[in-house]
């Protein structure tokens, strides 16, 4: 992985959010989760994509975040992800969306 980012999600219902997420990508994507940890991989050639290598997304709940990470293999796969992890959880999330989300990028 060369190219990561993080999110602090401020809400109250982390847990309720990864799981629902978890539970979407896991029909079609190796996913792996409990009520406060997920994990999420995403293939290089997922939608027809064709990047170096799969990304990987995990998703921490606490009481009053969610906290997001995204390694992926370059610049532009991590891009895409940010936006994709921010519409679906926006989505579950309706009734407080948009959730402010703001990516940082991880030193490596």
């Known amino acids: 992985m060369t190219a990561s980012s993080t999110a602090r999600v401020p809400t109250a219902h982390a847990s309720k959010y990864l799981q629902q997420l978890c539970k979407h990508w896991q029909h079609n994507l190796a996913v ?54 921010a519409r679906h959880l926006d989505r579950f999330a309706f009734r407080e969306a948009p959730l402010p989300f703001d990516w940082q990028p991880v030193s490596t």
């Open 32 to 85: 792996e989760f409990t009520a406060d940890h997920g994990t999420v991989t995403f293939p290089k050639d997922a939608r027809g994509a064709d990047w170096p290598g799969d990304a990987l997304v995990t998703f921490d709940a606490g009481p009053d975040a969610l906290s997001v990470r995204i390694d992926a293999s370059v610049g532009e796969q991590l891009t895409g992800l940010e936006g994709a992890v």
